[in-house]
């Protein structure tokens, strides 16, 4: 056990009660008041700049409170007028941990839709949701925790290995598709005032951070040059780019330095190379990683609290969740190692954020002060959770029997899954009074008349210990059967959230729980010829090798969230036909991937896999039948200073109006380095009607061209490139399964 993480984590959790009750009580008067009314001060005076009015409170701070300011939960301070703040917030998939709030699928089921759009309509209706829950809080005088405006998303880590439980929480495996729906999200989040933030976005975390979870207190990911800028750092750079408020550093380091103190990620790239102005938080407890020694658990580069909270804030961590900075600080300036003008520069540097939120400014000063509670989980919302839920739900495989027909004699619906709520939350989850399990869906689905049979059937990850089956008969007498499997919360996520994990949440086996394909098995031998649906829920690539062989039908909805039951049941009743698109490969088994710890990219995903998977990044089937005109290219010879438009025709030779995935991949064809097998660098979802068609245009722009040489630099050289446009990516495997057709052409460079 790391004795000195308890001791800090028990002191700290004391500290945290006794302000978050004081927040809860002697503060009402300061929170329910006007505060310039009252208080006076430059630094409430909003016609000073932000950099005089924040240069002004930290002039009125004392060292223990600048200290006490930089910790993830603030103390009042009275006679400023200042009440309490929360900095910890969560709104992965809707605000988390603050009650109420619409639920709305799990990331990686965002990331699934493939689009950008979308995450900027959801996110812009979780930064509704949360300044409405902010408001209501504030007029209560309530300062908990999880209820301010400071977001800690989001997580914008490359999924690079199917094992890490925490990967749900990304968009997936590819760094271009994880710009783009990162960027919109910040964007949604943050809004468009030019004087306030909506609510502050956090790109997390920083850098080159995916397990394993047992080990990230003191793991050190070694990532080549190549690796960190072709793969782990894009999505970073696009959301500073974004003007995304904050960064969160990682637990582990990276390179030979702790995250937390990477003078090289923090200073040279984040500051110096991209010119990030925000503020720099980090993970929580992360700090007391920096003196806990190697051989207990952390990093142990300093000795001492204040060593550590010195080497953080001296490396531009401005934000301290967890333990260190309230006496540390104060104890580093005694001692010599820090001076308080260098924590001034930190302060100055988080405070800006909590101005911009408009945090001391008289109430009615922001449009954001007036969103009302009627927002949270509207009727609007719901559609929106229900329409995201819909887009990313991946069908693996159809015989032929979806869609079914909703007024079928009997069905049977069975599975550890199919009333189980927490399969729709995922982690990082608000709550909701009207979750709706696929049981629930199909049940509003079908037609009155017909007749609809349940059992559980199976539990999640165990044999039962009840000889008697009264569960599999029914796949005998049914006129189809719909098996809701998978995994849950419960199996992956963080370290020490997953309470049926022994790898602290990670998915070292990665097949499906040997107790549900036995179950599945019965389940085929009961049915017959009758046809059965499998409906996987999960995070992460899984092995359905055996689930795709004994199905008829297989969709995985991930953690589809509030409306996740009703989403299921549109795709299987062909309500909606099927759009959802892997934004992670599924390997077939293990064997075919590095070495989990092993942060190199060569034998992993789509970019850098040389071995046929179980299914494809960008894969997924329709109802409708797509089909891919020849490629319409405006110039086949290109300098490095020229744009290039690609446009292809897409036709629906179907009588099924249906959303496809339009991707866009380019394969460097002649490059003096390793490069990617291809990479994705357009896409566009498009609706197209029955026997219709439409045309699609990329424009590409020059340093798409670019390669990334060993020493991590972004080069042109002259040669050949092949474009694919199609459904998937252009792995031979998606063909096989069915995928849309695919075009191709070729571009050269001069």
């Not at 030019?194 to 976005?201: C, F, N």
């Not at 696009?238 to 990477?262: H, I, K, R």
């Not at 029955?690 to 722009?701: G, H, I, R, Y």
Request: charged letters at 20%; aromatic letters at 8%.
């Amino acid at each position: 056990m790391n004795f000195y993480k308890l001791i800090f984590g028990l002191a700290f959790l004391c500290l945290v009660a006794c302000k978050e009750n004081s927040g809860d009580s002697s503060n009402k008067s300061i929170s329910k008041s006007n505060i310039t009314s009252e208080y006076e001060f430059p630094f409430y005076d909003t016609s000073l700049s932000l950099d005089e009015r924040v240069s002004d409170l930290i002039s009125r701070l004392s060292l223990e409170e600048k200290a006490d300011q930089m910790m993830h939960n603030t103390s009042a301070i009275e006679r400023l007028g200042i009440p309490p703040y929360g900095w910890w917030n969560e709104a992965l998939h809707g605000v988390g941990r603050s009650g109420i709030a619409t639920v709305f699928p799990q990331a990686i089921g965002l990331g699934a839709t493939f689009d950008s759009d979308l995450a900027f309509r959801v996110s812009s209706a979780i930064s509704d949701e949360a300044r409405a829950m902010h408001n209501a809080a504030k007029e209560k005088g309530y300062h908990l925790r999880y209820s301010g405006l400071t977001f800690w998303t989001p997580n914008i880590n490359i999924f690079r290995d199917p094992r890490w439980g925490r990967g749900q929480e990304t968009y997936g495996e590819d760094p271009y598709l994880t710009s783009i729906l990162g960027t919109s999200f910040v964007k949604g989040l943050q809004g468009n005032n030019p004087d306030y933030l909506k609510t502050a976005a956090c790109a997390k975390h920083y850098a080159v951070h995916s397990g394993p979870e047992k080990l990230r207190h003191e793991f050190d990911a070694i990532a080549t040059p190549k690796d960190m800028w072709e793969t782990y750092l894009p999505a970073f750079e696009a959301l500073v780019d974004a003007d995304v408020e904050a960064v969160m550093c990682a637990y582990n380091s990276t390179n030979g330095q702790p995250c937390c103190s990477n003078n090289y990620l923090i200073t040279d790239v984040l500051r110096n190379k991209w010119n990030f102005d925000g503020h720099v938080l980090s993970d929580c407890w992360a700090i007391v990683d920096l003196f806990t020694a190697a051989d207990n658990g952390g990093h142990g580069v300093v000795q001492t609290p204040a060593e550590a909270s010195a080497l953080a804030v001296k490396s531009g961590v401005s934000l301290n969740c967890g333990s260190t900075y309230l006496d540390g600080l104060p104890e580093a300036v005694k001692s010599g190692l820090i001076t308080e003008a260098e924590i001034d520069e930190q302060l100055a540097i988080l405070l800006r954020t909590r101005f911009k939120l408009g945090l001391f400014d008289p109430k009615g000063s922001n449009p954001y002060d007036d969103i009302s509670v009627d927002v949270i989980d509207s009727e609007e919302h719901r559609a929106l959770a229900r329409e995201v839920a819909q887009k990313g739900i991946v069908m693996l495989k159809n015989n032929g029997v979806l869609p079914l027909k909703n007024d079928l004699s009997r069905y049977f619906i069975t599975g550890p899954n199919a009333a189980n709520t927490d399969v729709l939350l995922g982690n990082y989850y608000g709550v909701n009074p009207k979750l709706v399990t696929v049981l629930e869906g199909v049940a509003g689905a079908i037609h009155p008349g017909s007749q609809l049979q349940y059992r559980i059937g199976a539990l999640l990850d165990r044999e039962s210990l009840n000889p008697q089956d009264w569960a599999t008969p029914n796949a005998g007498t049914s006129d189809a059967t719909i098996a809701v499997l998978g995994i849950s919360s419960l199996l992956e996520g963080e370290e020490g959230e997953s309470l049926a994990s022994t790898t602290a949440g990670d998915r070292l086996d990665y097949n499906l729980p040997q107790n549900q394909i036995n179950f599945l098995k019965k389940l085929r031998d009961a049915a017959g010829d009758r046809p059965i649906v499998a409906v996987i829920t999960g995070g992460s690539p899984m092995n359905l090798a055996e689930v795709h062989e004994l199905a008829d039908a297989v969709l995985l909805a991930w953690y589809p969230g509030e409306e996740g039951g009703n989403a299921v049941a549109d795709i299987l009743f062909g309500k909606v036909s099927p759009s959802g698109r892997l934004p992670i490969t599924f390997p077939k088994s293990l064997d075919q991937l590095p070495p989990y710890e092993d942060y190199t990219m060569k034998g992993r995903t789509y970019k850098y896999m040389d071995v046929d998977p179980l299914y494809p990044f960008g894969y997924g089937l329709s109802y409708a039948n797509f089909t891919y005109g020849d490629l319409d290219i405006s110039s086949s010879t290109i300098s490095k200073e020229d744009e290039v438009k690609i446009t292809v025709t897409v036709s629906n030779e179907s009588t099924i109006q249906s959303d496809e995935v339009v991707q866009l991949y380019v394969t460097d064809m002649e490059a003096s380095v390793d490069v990617p097998n291809s990479q994705l660098y357009g896409v566009q979802r498009v609706n197209i009607g029955p026997n219709a068609s439409k045309k699609v245009t990329f424009t590409l722009k020059p340093e798409v061209f670019q390669m990334v040489n060993n020493e991590g630099e972004r080069v042109f050289e002259p040669g050949e490139f092949t474009i694919h446009v199609g459904g998937s990516s252009p792995m031979k495997r998606s063909q096989e399964l069915g995928a849309s057709s695919m075009s191709t052409g070729i571009i050269n460079l001069n």
